[in-house]
């Protein structure tokens, strides 16, 4: 009888039937969290995404992705301008808020910049954008957008890895 290790890992085809597997796999690349804000018609809104990334230094261009399927797609569809937001390790409670209610801002302090687009302070960084690009990602769209503004600030980052927040140690 062969013995198994008790980290063997698990191999599988992603489909209908393993996307709970998936899902966690992709759990496994610890990422930093941000969270978007843009104007709406219904007033300021906000989503948590760690689908961020820098994609040019000239042009300044950064990306991040959104489910169709989500209730606030629209707002980001339709916005021309957003922000994106690097939490720091402090900012659980925001990151909590905006995963919860699409319209935290109502009652989270902010500041509006000359687009409109809602600002939240005290994060490690802030990339105010304009949407130059969205691209078919299968069940999400990819925005590409262009930093116009951006503000950052020394601190510990708000990781998330395996389904847990965290922070970086020195």
């Known amino acids: 009888m062969t013995m198994q290790s008790p980290n063997q890992p698990t191999t599988f085809s992603p489909d209908a039937d393993s996307s709970r597997q998936l899902r966690d796999a992709f759990g496994k690349f610890a990422t930093g969290i941000t969270v978007i804000t843009a ?3 219904d007033g300021p809104v ?3 995404a760690n689908s961020f990334s820098s994609v040019s230094l000239d042009p300044a261009l950064v990306l991040w992705s ?3 399927s989500a209730r606030r797609f629209p707002y980001f569809e339709a916005a021309d301008h957003y922000a994106i937001h690097v ?3 402090e900012q659980q409670d925001v990151c909590t808020l905006a995963a919860r209610d699409a319209h935290m801002l109502n009652d989270h302090p902010h500041l509006l910049n ?3 687009v809602p600002l ?3 994060c490690l960084a802030r990339f105010e954008c304009r949407k ?3 691209h078919d990602a299968g069940d999400h769209v990819i ?3 262009q930093v116009q503004r951006t503000e950052m600030r020394d601190g510990q980052p708000l990781t998330f890895f395996a389904g847990q927040y965290g922070s970086l140690r020195d």
Do not use: K, T, Y
């Open 120 to 122: 939240i302070d005290h």
């Open 39 to 41: 104007p709406s018609v």
């Open 132 to 134: 130059v690009a969205a």
């Open 46 to 48: 906000a989503i948590v």
């Open 143 to 145: 925005i590409v957008g």
């Open 114 to 116: 000359a687009d409109g």
């Open 87 to 89: 939490l720091a390790a």
């Open 66 to 68: 959104v489910d169709r």
